[in-house]
Each structure stands twice: as C-alpha cells, then as structure tokens.
C-alpha cells in the first residue's frame, strides 16, 4: 500500500519506523513508554513477533545504559543496595529473554495486547503514585535495612523478569516496589531503578543478539534516531507537563492494546 501524496521510491514502513523511533526517544527520555510505539512500528516492517520484541529491546538500551553515567554518584552512595539489585537485574533479565524465545510466535501475538494493557494500566497508576512520594518528601527518611534486602532483591528480579520478557512500564514498578519497601528519597529511587532495568535489558541484549533475533537494518536506525531524540528531548521536557506526557503515553498505550485485541482475537 502506497500513502497518497509520498513519492513511489519511499516505503511509508521506513518512514513510519523512522517517525516512531523518533517519537519513542523523546518519550523514553521524559516520561518512558516509547515502547508503545516503536513495537508496533518493528512490527509493521513484516517482523515476527518475537523478532519485532528482541529488536525493540535492542534499539532502545544505549540510550538506557547513558542514564547510568547521570546517576554515578548516588548509585555510588547506595552500593550496597546497587550492588543487589544489578545481580537482581541480570538474573530476572536473563530468565525473561530465554522464556520469551522459548515461547511460540502465535502464542506471543495473543499476548501483546494484554501486555500493553498491563503496561498502560501501570502508566496510568504512576501519577498518583509519584503524588504519593511528593507528600511523603517532608517526613524523616526511611532506609531499607538489611532484613529487608532479600524482600526487595526478590521483588526486583520479578518485575526484570517482565523486563527481559517484554519490559514496557518496569520502570515504574521498580519505583512503586523500592517505594513500598521504604525508600523516599525519589533520586535514590530512580538510581536503584536505572541499575536494575540497565542490567535487565542488557543481559536480554546479549541473549537476543546471540540467538540472532535481531534484525539489524531496522535495528540501527531505530537506535540513531532515538539517541538523537534522546539529545533533543530536554526542551520537550520543560515545556510539556509531566500529567500531560504520561497521559499521552497512557492514551497510546491504550489505543496500541485495542488495535491489537482487534487484529488478533
């Protein structure tokens, strides 16, 4: 099918997978959720299913792993707690990705609508959660002690099992479990997060490249064009309301899970 008005020797899949990997950039870098729309976008260049998946992981994981360098020094600080939550992170990651190429094509498509309801419905939680933690900001900080170490490393490598199964939305769990266990301190929080789901998609990275899941042409054009939206997303950020952007992200996510209930049920 031929977009009425583009010049025959462009393929709308090309430009579309363009726009989106450019969109997702700019999302993931302020709000997250650039999921909901560059795998749909794989998926529209006559991907598998899975395929589509591990390339979006791919795609999207050094514009993850600079965020590390951003968080260096409270990550420094809380070591002890990182330290956890990496081995967390590659454990969970690593379960998610080999359960993920062990399930069936047909059987994953059933799945992605539900998945992106449950990812939308966690994007959707976020703003009252996140209003939560403000109000909390003013009271005497509470720590995680050592006892509760096991709870939260056990709690991490469940939600990065998600991640390295399909991952959109983790972030904000980790945010919600580190919370729940009593962290209050939202740049801790965030830190610890970005060492787990760092870790998390990396292992399912390597997995996916070595199992040659990956298909690179689409791969590295989605990665270009999100680290350069990536760059030029801290505008967007100031002007654009962070309820706005999640509400934008939460409609997609909704919008993306009815088309696929529609195409495949």
């Known amino acids: 099918m031929q977009i009425p008005g583009l010049p025959a020797y462009v393929d709308w899949h090309w430009l579309w997978l363009t726009v989106a990997a450019f969109l997702a950039g700019l999302l993931n870098a302020v709000a997250g959720g650039g999921s ?8 529209s260049m006559k991907m598998l299913p899975i395929q589509a998946n591990a390339t979006n992981t791919v795609a999207l994981w050094p514009g993850q792993l600079t965020s590390i360098a951003a968080y260096r020094e409270p990550i420094r600080k809380n070591w002890r707690m990182a330290a956890p939550m990496a081995v967390a992170g590659l454990l969970g990651g690593t379960a998610g990705a080999i359960v993920l190429l062990s399930t069936p094509q047909r059987t994953f498509l059933q799945l992605v609508p539900w998945l992106l309801l449950v990812a939308a419905g966690i994007f959707a939680a976020s703003g009252p959660v996140m209003r939560w ?14 006892p509760r170490r096991l709870p939260v490393f056990l709690a991490t490598m469940t939600v990065c099992f998600y991640i390295g199964y399909f991952g959109a939305g983790a972030g904000f769990l980790l945010i919600t479990v580190l919370s729940l266990f009593g962290y209050q301190d939202l740049h801790e929080i965030n830190a610890l997060k970005v060492v787990a789901t760092t870790m998390a ?11 040659h899941q990956v298909v690179w042409r689409y791969c590295l054009l ?20 962070q309820p706005v952007l999640r509400a934008v992200v939460v409609l997609l996510g909704l919008g993306m899970s009815a088309w696929f209930f529609w195409r495949t049920h």
């Not at 933690?133 to 050592?146: F, M, T, Y």
């Open 36 to 43: 909901f729309l560059l795998f749909p976008a794989m998926l």
């Open 201 to 211: 998609n990396g292992i399912a990275f390597a997995i996916f490249v070595a199992d």
């Open 222 to 241: 989605a990665m270009v064009v999100c680290a350069v939206a990536g760059f030029t997303s801290a505008s967007l950020a100031r002007r654009v309301p």
């Open 133 to 146: 933690l403000e109000r909390r900001k003013g009271r005497p900080a509470a720590r995680v002690h050592a």
